[in-house]
């Protein structure tokens, strides 16, 4: 009944009039690319910036939001909103069942509680912006990062199309290459205080999760503006 209510909780709190004017300019972008069939360099629309050097991380999303927009109108975006935010809610799930071994119904309830509690205080942010998707990426990096610990398996690789995904729909991509910096340094950690017998049990050196870190910034490039990117979020 508990995750019941929180689904539907989730459902309702991306459901909401457009309050966020961003929206507007955002879905014109969207359609200028589709007329003119390329991804702008320079601002186009303003008087006093024309010309200017533009690198638009958000152009994927703001592709999508005028398609939707074109077919369903600007009012479908925030059911978009909220299927994304449901996505959100289940890796965040199922990392819980990782990291905590969520294995009775007390500790179930303090999960979607808790869960609860979040998607209340993070309402102001479900407002139709192309960050939502930065929100689900990053619950799926720490989810398919924290399944490697136990199964070690090469699925860990999805994240680098995932990577360029996001690279492309908004500008906190940045956030995944960190997300994976940090479990690599962690798990390096880990297995020299292993080695050192500081900790007990078994711990193998992390190759897949250090190979991985390169491959993960060098498919950030993987954008209309390339080598740009990567200085983007400095």
Not at 95 to 110: C, D, E, G, R
Not at 191 to 210: A, E, M, Q, R, V
Not at 222 to 229: F, H, S
Request: net charge positive; with cysteine.
């Amino acid at each position: 009944i508990v995750a019941v209510a929180t689904l539907l909780v989730a459902f309702v709190l991306c459901i909401k009039g457009v309050r966020e004017p961003d929206i507007w300019w955002q879905i014109r972008t969207g359609e200028w690319i589709l007329e003119n069939k390329t991804i702008p360099t320079q601002d186009v629309f303003s008087y006093t910036y024309e010309g200017a050097s533009w690198v638009n991380v958000k152009w994927g999303s703001e592709v999508l939001f005028a398609l939707i927009q074109y077919t369903l109108g600007a009012e479908f975006i925030f059911l978009l909103q909220a299927i994304v935010v449901l996505c959100m809610v289940f890796f965040l799930y199922k990392t819980a069942l990782l990291f905590h071994s969520i294995n009775n119904q007390s500790s179930t309830i303090v999960y979607w509680l808790s869960m609860l509690l979040f998607l209340i205080g993070a309402e102001y942010r479900f407002i139709g912006r192309p960050e939502m998707f930065s929100h689900l990426l990053t619950s799926i990096f720490v989810y398919v990062l924290f399944k490697h610990r136990t199964t070690q398996t090469n699925a860990l690789f999805i994240l680098i199309p995932l990577q360029i995904v996001w690279a492309n729909l908004h500008e906190a991509f940045g956030i995944g290459l960190v997300i994976a910096a940090v479990f690599t340094v962690g798990e390096w950690i880990q297995y020299y205080l292993h080695k050192k017998n500081i900790l007990h049990g078994n711990s193998s050196k992390p190759i897949k999760l250090t190979a991985l870190l390169p491959l993960l910034i060098l498919s950030t490039i993987i954008n209309p503006y390339g080598y740009k990117l990567l200085t983007k979020p400095f």
